[in-house]
């Protein structure tokens, strides 16, 4: 059903008597316009992406960074794990 035309799914849905909608091959163009500058939006931004130079500095102030907030998740896990008790550990159903 997949590789039907748009005209096939219509017959099947509609039947034979039933009238075109208005405006329908233009809204169809529209939608497949617009499908087209979404897929060269997201190659555009891929392209970016991908090109993007990266210097030194900036890795090692990402990396900085990431390991800050690594570091904060785990004092705030220890912290939680410290106020609920030794026995927060165990299983619920045991």
Do not use: C, F, W
């Not at 169809?28 to 499908?35: C, N, S, V």
């Not at 931004?45 to 785990?74: C, F, H, M, N, Q």
């Not at 410290?82 to 159903?93: L, N, T, V």
Request: hydrophobic share 40%; charged share 20%; glycine share 6%.
């Amino acid at each position: 059903m997949h590789n039907d035309s748009i005209e096939t799914l219509l017959l099947r849905h509609y039947g034979s008597a039933a009238p075109t909608p208005p405006a329908l091959e233009q809204r169809l163009l529209r939608g497949a316009y617009q499908d087209k500058q979404e897929l060269r939006r997201q190659q555009q931004v891929a392209t970016r992406i991908r090109e993007y130079r990266l210097s030194r500095r900036r890795a090692v102030r990402l990396v900085a960074i990431g390991s800050a907030g690594l570091g904060l998740l785990s004092v705030a896990l220890e912290s939680v794990n410290a106020i609920m008790g030794p026995d927060a550990s165990q299983p619920a159903h045991s």
